[in-house]
């Protein structure tokens, strides 16, 4: 069994939700980012979402954008972002790592090569926002030759027709856009989540973790008690902007024990 | 138009849009479900002939097209070589190639029932167009803008604002096209269900690079009937400037099946295809995947997008559409550079010998026919592309001259 479904399975035993916070890589610097890894998996963080820097990340809103800006400043590459992996793997081999990021700088590695590093590093699970199913074709053979889940993002746009395409080759999570817009922007309701999660569920029997506006530990709560994940970046990229690493830790914390409040049927 | 054989050129893109390896549909999944909708939506528009009715009775009447075909006489006896023609683009209205495709996009969006309308611009000449378009249709409009455009293209900015439409100045990046095309996809998620984007060049996710090259075939469709007309014959060579390549897809696109008509696209070579400051993509770029595409891009070793630099807003994006990717892997069409110092001298020489001050991005191309002319015979014939009027350019141009307005 991967690392992402040992992870929901124990949940489901547990009867709970998991929380997935990000980190963009190297931002402001590697140290940094190797820190907020480290003190998330310690302060419960059940899987790990790191954002690979792009220059043109557009799906991302302005927090995450200035986030992967600081990042390649920082000297970020993608063999950079694989050893930060490579380095956190050195002490924890449990807390699912998935990446997040754009198509280009893998088609520039080399779609075949990088998911190989990936797994060599130990990364389980693949993110990459402008690749749609109708593209897909050109990394799932080699993620898969690698056991690297895709994750696959649904959105409120995507008609029940297409959702089967869609989550067809997905495997990990999925991974619920819940806004129409870019991420740390808009938060959807309970009343959302109510209605589109269970259109969901009635396709497939993967994990659903709901990201893009979730903030504070009371939507990380609302958020598990109808999805199975809550992901939190742009809230927290802004705690780090603001105050610093240790400030971050600590609202994981806080967000995790909101998760953990939320019991569920197992 | 021609019969379009098996082994036509003219037939790319295929179902997955793409030309060649290039093109495709590299959007995140909240625009995919629109991209085919829109997809459907255009191929039943161009099947439809109301919908053709009424493109032509725009172009017609509010564009004014025909365009004419000038001879240019004067640069011809002052090169001395071949004979040069230019197709006169500029003497649309909102003075570009740019409101061929506008027309065609926002008569598709009333058909899709979207209510507003979004855009990205560099020069801003399709800013204007788009702008244009939705007063006239009376529709809410915002441009997205790179803030060192709106520096350098006050004018447009002004005259975008005057058409009703919000001018937002992008400040992410360089500040320039590319910047202003990440915010416009950014604001498209955001309001997916209302809002159409009307991408101005011939790239994008499928089926834009398509769509806008069919809106901008009438260019080349006009100038071989015209031409045919005042000579008798193809041109031997037909030339455009490419940026993102509309007009030059315009121009070439009904002459790829003519072998004898060599195709040349300029792209910007700003300070020197050997320094890091240049726009061409297709010279020294490689492929990769941005604004929707896989396409030739200036890009670094790890695969981050690099700033492209002209002196031309409209040439200034470190990309270019799919289609002229695959041509120039194919070799249908020579990619050649011009650089900002050639660009110059070829605006000023063609406002002084044929009394048209070219836009920056159509200098690049005259500015190519100055160094082939001369080489070829008095019986051959150039076609160039006058993509746009240089009116909006006079205050970079002077800056860059030295001189103060």
Known sequence: MSRIAGVFAALRQEGRGALIPFVEAFDPDRATSLTLLKGMAENGADIIEIGMPFTDPMADGPTIQAAGRRGLQAGATLNGVLELVTEFRKENDHTPLVLMGYLNPILSHGVEAFCFDAAKAGVDGLIIVDLPAEEADLVLPYAKENKLDVIRLIAPTTSDERLRHVLAGSSGFIYYVSITGVTGTRTASAADLARDIPRIRTETDLPIAVGFGVRTPDQAATVVAHADAAIVASALIDTLCKENAEAVIRDVRALADAVRGVRKAA | MNDLTPNSLRAWPDA?????????????????????????????????????????????????????????????????????????????????????????????????????????????????????VCALFGLPCTVYMGATDVERQKPNVFRMKLLGAEVVAVKSGAATLKDAMNDALRDWVANVRDTFYIIGTAAGPHPYPAMVRDFQCIIGNEAREQLMEAEGRLPDVAIAAVGGGSNAIGLFHPFLDEPSVKLIGIEAAGKGLDTNEHAASLNRGRPGVLHGNRTYLLQDDDGQILEAHSISAGLDYPGIGPEHSWLHDIKRVEYAGVTDDEALAAFQLCSKLEGIIPALESAHAIAHVLKIAPQMGKGEIILLNLSGRGDKDIFSVANYLGTEL
């Open chain 2, 16 to 132: 997955r849009g793409r030309f060649g390896e290039h093109g495709g549909r590299f959007v995140a999944e909240t625009l995919m479900p629109l991209i085919l909708e829109l997809e459907t939506a255009y191929n039943e528009a161009k099947a439809n002939p109301a919908f053709q009715a009424e493109l032509d009775y725009y172009l017609k009447h509010y564009v004014g097209r025909p365009s004419p075909l000038w001879h240019a006489k004067r640069l011809s006896q002052h090169l001395g070589g071949a004979k040069i023609y230019f197709k006169r683009e500029e003497l649309n209205h909102t003075g570009a190639h740019k409101i061929n495709n506008c027309i065609g996009q926002i008569l598709l969006a009333k058909r899709m029932g979207k209510t507003r309308i979004i855009a990205e611009t560099g020069a801003g000449q399709h800013g204007v167009a788009t702008a244009t």
